[in-house]
């Protein structure tokens, strides 16, 4: 059985230039996978409105939603460092709020640790976060949450006034007091100053190479057909799999083909017992 990493493991890791792989997950059986698989952490994203829950956006999620997925993450994954994602209205209001919400997370879900989204503008609630003891990792670039100011989910650093901004944002995470940070697609070119520019580990999600790299696992597994982002490599389709899947059982079900004598459970007594039995209600 492995052992769960820590923070002090990922600063390591970033020290000796191993990558960190990681996925999100939202529930028992991906997470089980996941840590079978040996991933070094899960997060339970509030991706999980898009690709769960089918809304249009992370928007509408709520604390209970992140909670209850992360909980059963948890239970699929007790040797994972694992990430709750804070979702949208969660910290934006208080510095208290922030830090009550973030609380939930680690005493109802047993997570390791919370992320939230933003720079410069949310770095009160990082420090204030952390001054609670609880680890923080920060998430610039593309910040799927406000990406209604950003214009729509477009890749963001790739001009040099824009970059300057992903620049101090990724600045203002640290100095806050994140132990770590998600950068969503910018250009490698900033990426790579990143990584060389922070101390703390500088994690991709469609920003080229750094510390290590996140991949959603409905995009990694084929199951999220929405719509695919350029950052996005597939390892199963497991959409059409599943697919095939329900077809094969429509079509065994209405040819009688299913379920057959061995998908049944055979009486123990006699017979007759149960025709007088019959009997007895006709």
Not at 16 to 40: I, M, N
Not at 53 to 58: A, I, K, M, P, V
Not at 122 to 142: K, N, Q, S, T
Request: charged letters at 25%.
């Amino acid at each position: 059985m492995s052992k769960k990493k820590t923070i002090l493991d990922f600063i390591k890791m970033k020290k000796a230039g191993e990558q960190v792989a990681w996925v999100t997950a939202y529930d028992y059986p991906t997470a089980s996978f996941a840590e079978q698989a040996g991933v070094d952490m899960i997060l339970v994203g509030d991706s999980l409105g898009m690709v769960v829950l089918g809304y249009e956006s992370t928007i509408p999620v709520t604390m209970e939603d992140c909670i209850s997925h992360c909980k059963a993450v948890r239970r699929g994954a007790p040797n994972t460092w694992i990430i709750g994602d804070m979702p949208f209205g969660s910290y934006q209001v208080s510095n208290e709020e922030a830090v009550k919400n973030a609380v939930r997370f680690l005493k109802e879900a047993d997570t390791d640790c919370v992320k939230l989204e933003g720079g410069v503008r949310v770095a009160g609630r990082i420090r204030a976060i952390v001054d609670a003891g609880i680890p923080v990792m920060g998430h610039v670039g593309l910040t799927p949450q406000s990406s209604g100011q950003l214009g729509g989910f477009k890749a963001q650093g790739r001009d040099v006034k824009n970059a300057r901004a992903v620049i101090e944002d990724a600045l203002a995470v640290q100095d806050a007091g994140a132990f770590a940070i998600l950068i969503e697609a910018v250009p490698p070119e900033v990426t790579a100053f990143l990584q060389k520019k922070l101390s703390i580990p500088v994690y991709s999600i469609g920003a080229g190479p750094c510390d290590g790299q996140l991949l959603i696992s409905g995009d990694l597994l084929g199951k999220f057909q929405t719509f695919t982002p350029k950052f996005v490599k597939k390892y199963a389709n497991c959409a059409e799999v599943e697919i095939n899947a329900f077809k094969e059982y429509i079509k065994d079900v209405r040819s009688g083909q299913f379920p057959s004598d061995e998908h049944v459970y055979h009486v123990i007594d006699p017979i007759e017992k149960f025709e007088q039995l019959f009997k007895e209600f006709m």
